[in-house]
């Protein structure tokens, strides 16, 4: 089975940066869509970031031009890069990844990082 292990979480001040990781084990997911979420309090889930086994990228609005997701197939994992974080990026965040090459990550994610919070103060 896969595992999803996600760190690099923690509190920082508005404008501040962080990067989180998301380590995979027990099968490589080169050829899977991955994804990360995010669910702020009293907020429903929201995907923030994707991107293909190609390498092509999508973005929420909210965070274009200050996040930047990437994969290292050779290490099997994914990466967020967080810049210019501000207060409403305050939230769990997922890793996220289909089960099958092909599948869409906004509706056939079949497993999930254990969460990582992100905090961020004014």
């Known amino acids: 089975q896969v595992q999803l292990v996600e760190s690099g979480g923690g509190l920082v001040q508005a404008g501040g940066s962080l990067r989180l990781s998301c380590a995979a084990s027990?099968?490589?997911?080169?050829?899977?869509?991955m994804g990360w979420y995010r669910q702020a309090p009293g907020k429903q889930r929201e995907l923030v970031a994707a991107?293909?086994?190609?390498?092509?990228?999508d973005y929420a609005e909210s965070v274009k031009g200050r996040f930047t997701i990437s994969r290292d197939n050779a290490k099997n994992t994914l990466y967020l890069q967080m810049i210019g974080l501000k207060p409403d990026d305050t939230a769990v965040y997922y890793c996220?990844?289909?089960?099958?090459?092909?599948?869409?990550?906004?509706?056939?994610?079949?497993?999930w990082g254990q969460g990582a919070q992100v905090t961020v103060s004014s």
């Open positions: 996220a990844s289909t089960a099958l090459a092909g599948s869409d990550i906004r509706t056939a994610v079949k497993y």
């Open positions: 027990g099968s490589a997911l080169s050829m899977n869509a």
């Open positions: 991107i293909t086994s190609g390498g092509t990228t």
